[in-house]
């Protein structure tokens, strides 16, 4: 469990993916994220999972190496009368780290 912000975050499984649950004050959200990227793949609707096409589906893209850059791209909706569809290009570069360590495996996650 962690905390960024007001955001509290909580992995509750690990099986094929990881189940990563969000808590704002705005709410909760649930998303299954790839296990060696961490990517989020699908969010989980009322009843199903559904693919997640939203910002941020490849915040973390790992392995991160400095100088890693990679792009991607979301799309919103249309919300309200006259509002228009918007695409929204992501770019993300990988600046700098600190050594990082895992208590649990003693492994190195960031050089």
Known sequence: MGFIDDTMITVVNADQGYTVKYLTSRGEVTFICDKTSLNRLYYMGRDKQVKYEGRNKRLF?????????????????????????????????????????SRQENSKLLN
Do not use: C, H
């Open 61 to 101: 893209n790992f392995p991160l190496n400095i100088g890693k850059t990679w792009k991607d791209q979301y799309i919103t909706k249309p919300t309200a009368l006259g509002s228009q569809e918007m695409t929204y290009l992501e770019t993300f570069t990988v600046l700098g780290g600190k050594r990082s360590w």
